[in-house]
């Protein structure tokens, strides 16, 4: 089959590789009809390549056909259309009864101290192949797959896979006041759809931030209060100026480890690239990798008593905090990957024709296979417009 495989930074290549097949009694081998390219595949793309290997296959948000189940799965059959969840989770553990699919004890990768196993991550989330192929093998079938109605066009339920949930979960975790007002760092696929959502629960002052002409075009048009990180030197500022000094109730940051603006991090991350394995992998464990010129601001701009609500992923390990602000303004944080299947029950009745959160023309290119090295360097670059790209093999 032909699948996108990582080659090293900025070099990832459609090959061709063998087909996957049924290993344990409870795979399921799915064909893709469409398959998302997101964010955090950026971060495979050039600055979390220490933790590849050539070869490895990526991609984790995937629909499409069952074509062969093992003898344990009964809750599918071939034939089925299916979205499967970013995470692994054997859905039966205690953290998936508490609804943390993404701490599933039975696919922790123990031996890198990680949560669940994640489709298409990395050593560090179990080296599992990834999604943006012909096939995917998916273990734990008898839990993970969403079934979704025949009729509409993928483009309304892929988004099942990740950007919904991760975008709801982003909401949850933000824990918005009654009339309160949201700021949301990133207008990227997770924070546009993040407005979305808050929109759609009746948030009255959604204010998105981004330096993106078209992904501030797109949400302002929904109704998004947008600012652009280029017209102000203090964006805290900003928000406070729109929020009656105080600043936001509750801050969403959509953007992560990449975010644009901290120079000092960024040199770092690009060194990293040049180092032998050997010496990168154990940098990038101990560095403090992450580029905070989302998450400083986050915390700026919330007001005293928020809550900042991180789903832009982190992956430094001595990141430097200002504690005394987060300490003194008693801010609450949360964060971490989104547990996918926690979700699906609230989101599931959204997807209808009325199409709210306007997921039927979410994606702005829908690409063949073929086109993936074009493809990453297109959404990395942010040229051609491409907010959302979703490849159909
Ligand atoms: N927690 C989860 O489960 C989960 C799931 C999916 C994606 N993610 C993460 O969400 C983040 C966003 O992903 P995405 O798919 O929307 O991709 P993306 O990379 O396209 O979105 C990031 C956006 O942030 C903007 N940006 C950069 N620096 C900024 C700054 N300083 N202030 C404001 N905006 C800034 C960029 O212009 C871009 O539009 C990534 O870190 C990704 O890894 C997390
Ligand atoms: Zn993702
Ligand atoms: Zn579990």
Redesign the pocket.
Known sequence: MKAVVWHGPRDVRVDTVPDPTIQEPTDAIVRMTTTGL???D??LYEVLGPYMREGDIIGHEPMGIVEAVGDDVTNLAVGDRVVIP?QIACGRCDQCNRGLQ?QCETTQVTEEDSGAALFGYTKLYGAVPGAQAELLRVPHADYGPIKVPEGPADDRFVYLS??L??AW??VEYANVPDGGTVAV????????MACRVLQQRGVEQVIG????DE?LAREAARGTTTLD?REHDD?AEAVRELTKGRGADSVID????????SPATKLAHRLTQFLPKAISEPFMDHAGVDRL??ML?AIDMVRRGGTVSL???YGGMVDPLPMMTMFDKQITMR????NVKHWVDDIMPLLDDTDVLGVDDFATHRLPLDEAPKAYEM?QQ?TNGA??VVFQP
Not at 185 to 192: C, E, F, T, V
Not at 335 to 338: D, H, K, L, R, V
């Open positions: 997101c964010g955090s950026l971060h970013f993404t990740d950007v949930p991760t979960q982003s760092l990133g207008l990227g696929p997770i924070g546009a931030i981004d330096l993106v992904r990180l964006i959509a953007v992560g480890m990449e975010a644009h603006g010129g989302a601001p789903i832009g992923v964060m971490g990957q989104a959404f942010k907010i959302k």
